[in-house]
């Protein structure tokens, strides 16, 4: 498995988008617990650029939705941004709920498409 770049991470998860790497980098414990899952105990070993990608997405939105409680997000016209600057005010929780459950939904997909290439 590759690894995962701050651009790929962002490309898959636009609500983490940071021009400084380091929310990027308070994730990396998540992603790569993900990607120790997805090769350890799922077993995933991408044959092919396709399945690569599947894999990177799913990692990305595993790792994201893990730490949407830990973040701190602020709601934009464009949806949320994560921050870390006390001029923001935090989304409401309802808000930042609806975000994890989009994380969800999108992971779980994820997750079933690279199932089913694997088959």
Request: hydrophobic letters at 45%; glycine letters at 2%; a negative charge.
């Amino acid at each position: 498995m590759t690894a995962i770049t701050q651009q790929m991470f962002e490309r898959v998860v636009p609500a983490f988008r940071d021009a400084e790497p380091r929310i990027f980098e308070a994730l990396q414990p998540m992603v790569l617990k993900w990607q120790y899952v997805c090769h350890n105990d799922l077993g995933i070993e991408p044959q092919d650029e396709t399945t690569e990608q599947m894999l990177t997405q799913y990692v990305c939105l595993a790792a994201a939705y893990d730490a949407v409680p830990q973040m701190d997000l602020a709601a934009t016209e464009n949806g949320f941004a994560v921050v870390s600057n006390q001029n923001y005010a935090p989304a409401s929780r309802d808000r930042v709920m609806a975000l994890r459950e989009e994380l969800r939904g999108q992971r779980s997909d994820a997750r079933d498409r690279l199932m089913l290439r694997l088959v």
